[in-house]
């Protein structure tokens, strides 16, 4: 199976919209559904699928782009680390201009830190190898899908005895989010299309709870064209029918267990806490920290660094558009002050920001 | 030649600098003799406009799949002479070498220099030679320049888009970005992608002969790919563009590592490629020729001009839905060129 070009077939896709378009005719009101994922984000927004939905119908971008909920103080403690003699930082490329209070890890890569882009933990834990004599820190930033692969990264730095290599953490959690945003009263979600891949590790059961105790539509769904439509129409047909479950339209990945070995090796090494988001504020049991026996790889707690005090750029409305309130061409700032190039906030700088999406692909 | 690595002596001006353009960089890219060199060199000059361009090559790795800095720095600046209709006469090089490169390395990339130039039927006529110390750059920087002779009348330039103009590329797009990147990265994907890196002077000089004052615009979509440059000259012309998705070229293996790493193959550079604006009524002629040459054989109809505006440029998904497109912003692949 081809799976760029079969899921973004253009009759199949018709037949989705057809069969959304029949399912949602009787209904009164709008219905808001909201993705929570930031590549659902981009997804949508490449592949136009907002303007072919009908107008009843109303798509929100939630707060899963992990970059863009990773809050202002992180960034300046990671930039306080890049600062420090001796030290490589090493990083997913999009934390690389987030904007921190007075400056950002690009900055301070132009200022002389060395900051190496990696495409995996395991190959900072191979720059650490190399580099012995050097502290080598990885900016844990993530959800599910993620921190098992920085888990496995101290497992492995444990193993080989390496004692440069250090992770400075801020591991969010699905589903608790979802839960704070349902009570808004201002968002009024309808239904959530779920994570694709994170539900991989957690499973489509971790959603239970949270449908059962709301009476919130939920879809796990994947990320092609074909499986964002198809998606809806389950959303759709739930939330008419006012049968509100969790269902899984991703089921060639996602399984109802999740992935027990990944979620396993999660374990040795995090274990939950409190976290703060951008734009939502603490959130507890939503995040994950490296647990006491991996101290010696916790940055935060082996190299003291003093962090500046954290200020949000001044008219940012990153927060809000994490919560859905409001869309990027609602913000004073996006287009004119805000922009890929000088980016105020870290939804336009994220590959999977919701303001980035709007600016790369938005139509008038 | 003693030395198998450059020494900052090699850039000295001296006794080491003569050695290294007397016995390897002049005869291997232009074959002057040590007798016929000066502080400048000499072009008849032609009959018609000049045209002028430069580029400087600073890629990452210097070596990479389809080619390496050495045939990239001769296309590149080729290819931008034949974007305005030109036909390259004499190219300058500037070679910035780092103390410590290997002199294999530099052969093979002069060898590969030699070789392109001569595809492209143009000649080296002038150049420098300068060595930095160990991490003041790396391992070698080149610029060149040339100049070639426009010996026709028609106008083609970014801002000559009309309305009803059929747009055509040459080939898939995207693999000189990717072929760079997975090096780079060090990707293992499972099928090879080679950079496109290629001279476009011969097939451009086939079109301009087929549909002549019927071609109006011709660019290479290099950095930010495809969609930037269509964003260029949609601005540049004041026209709306309007893209097909499912009609722009793009092979399985960049389709695929796109897929992975989040990256939009309309935004990724390509070194071998052209986007031509034809008259409606010359579109087929074009297609044809394109599909005719060596380097065209997969050539397209992307998509076309609408109407006079102010400069969007719409893509046409491939569930029909519609998205438009931005310049490429920020560095999404740094150093492809």
Redesign the interface.
């Known amino acids: 199976m081809n799976y760029t070009t079969e899921f973004r077939d253009p009759e199949l896709a018709a037949l989705q919209l057809e069969a959304i378009r029949r399912t949602v005719a009787n209904h009164s009101g709008v219905m808001t559904l909201m993705e929570v994922c930031g590549t659902h984000t981009m997804a949508i927004y490449q592949h136009g699928i907002r303007a072919l939905l009908p107008k009843n119908i109303r798509l929100i971008s939630g707060p899963g782009c992990p970059v863009c909920v990773t809050p202002i103080d992180y960034v300046d403690h990671a930039v306080a680390l890049a600062r420090r003699p001796n030290t490589i930082i090493t990083t997913f490329g999009d934390m690389l201009r987030v904007p921190g209070s007075s400056s950002s890890l690009m900055r301070e890569q132009a200022r002389g830190a060395t900051i190496k882009i990696v495409y995996s933990p395991l190959d900072a834990v191979a720059i650490a190898a190399k580099n012995r004599a050097q502290d080598v820190v990885f900016l844990g930033v993530g959800f599910e899908t993620t921190t098992p692969t920085v888990a496995g990264a101290i497992l492995t730095a444990a193993r080989q005895g390496l004692k440069n290599f250090l992770v400075l953490g801020s591991h969010k959690t699905m589903p608790a989010p979802m839960a704070a945003l349902i009570g808004d009263p201002e968002l009024q979600v309808d239904g959530y299309l779920c994570p694709a891949h994170v539900s991989a590790i957690i499973g489509s059961d971790a959603y239970l709870p949270l449908v059962n105790q709301y009476q919130v539509a939920a879809v796990i769904t994947g990320f092609e064209p074909l499986d964002v439509l198809q998606g809806v129409l389950m959303l759709a047909r739930q939330i008419v029918s006012g049968k509100m479950q969790v269902e899984n339209q991703y089921r060639r990945v996602v399984h109802p267990e999740g992935n027990p070995k990944a979620r396993d090796i999660l374990d040795q090494v995090f274990e939950p806490c409190a976290a703060r988001w951008r734009g939502i504020g603490d959130i507890p049991d939503s995040g994950l920290r490296i647990r006491p026996k991996y101290a010696a790889f916790n940055a935060a707690i082996q190299l003291p660094v003093e962090v500046e005090a954290a200020v949000e750029r001044p008219g940012c409305q990153c927060g809000e558009i994490l919560k859905g309130k409001i869309s990027p061409k609602d913000c004073p700032l996006f287009r004119t002050v805000c922009t890929p190039e000088e980016p105020v906030g870290a939804c336009m700088v994220s590959s999977e920001g919701t303001c980035a999406a709007e600016y790369k692909y938005g139509t008038d | 030649m003693t030395s198998e690595i450059i020494l900052l002596g090699h850039g000295s001006g001296g006794k080491l600098s003569h050695q290294l353009l007397d016995e390897l960089i002049v005869p291997t890219l232009s074959g002057y003799t040590p007798q016929n060199q000066n502080d400048a060199a000499i072009v008849a000059q032609p009959k018609g406009r000049l045209a002028m361009t430069t580029d400087s090559y600073v890629v990452d790795p210097i070596f990479f799949p389809g080619g390496n800095i050495g045939d990239l720095a001769i296309n590149g600046t080729v290819n931008d002479l034949a974007m305005v209709g030109a036909r390259p006469l004499a190219l300058s090089v500037g070679l910035i070498l780092e103390e410590g490169l290997p002199l294999s390395d530099l052969r093979t990339i002069l060898i590969s220099m030699k070789a392109a130039a001569e595809e492209a039927g143009v000649v080296i006529v002038t150049g420098d030679t300068k060595v930095v110390p160990r991490g003041k750059a790396d391992k070698i920087f080149i610029n060149t320049s040339g100049i070639g002779v426009i010996e026709h009348t028609f106008a083609i330039n970014g801002s000559g888009a009309k309305i009803g103009d059929q747009i055509l590329i040459n080939g898939p797009v995207g693999d000189h970005g990717m072929a760079v990147l997975a090096r780079r ?1 060090g ?1 293992e994907l499972d099928s090879d992608i080679h950079s496109d890196s290629a001279p476009l002077n011969g097939l451009v000089a086939e079109l301009l002969t087929a549909v002549g004052a019927d071609l109006h615009v011709l660019r290479d979509p290099t950095r930010g790919g495809v969609a930037t440059t269509l964003k260029e000259i949609a601005l540049q012309s004041g026209v709306d563009i309007t893209l097909n998705e ?1 009609s722009v070229p793009v092979s ?1 293996a960049v ?2 590592a796109c ?1 992975i790493l ?1 990256l ?1 193959p309309l935004f990724v550079a390509n070194e071998g490629k052209l986007l031509a604006f034809v008259a409606p009524a010359a579109a087929d002629a074009a297609l044809a020729v394109m599909r005719n040459h060596p380097y065209g054989r997969s050539a397209a109809i992307i998509g076309e001009v609408t109407l006079a505006s102010v400069g ?1 440029v ?2 046409r ?10 310049m490429l ?2 560095e999404q692949l740094p150093r492809i060129c």
């Open positions: 990265e990707l499912t399985k389709t695929g897929a989040g939009d969007r719409k893509v998904t491939a569930i029909g839905g519609l998205r438009s497109i931005e912003s920020g």
